[in-house]
């Protein structure tokens, strides 16, 4: 992954497959927690 995003062939916000809101921070883990659905989880913090 280091080498794919080192040499421009793919960008690293490419990876997140999830966004969620503090107040969703339960979804947010049990999200990050299943591998065969998320990538990356974002959890916004404002």
Do not use: P, Q, W
């Amino acid at each position: 992954m280091i080498n794919l995003l080192s040499s421009g062939k793919t960008c690293a916000a490419d990876l997140i497959t999830h966004h969620y809101k503090l107040e969703e921070i339960n979804e947010a883990f049990k999200t990050a927690r299943d591998r065969t659905r998320a990538i990356k989880v974002i959890l916004d913090m404002e």
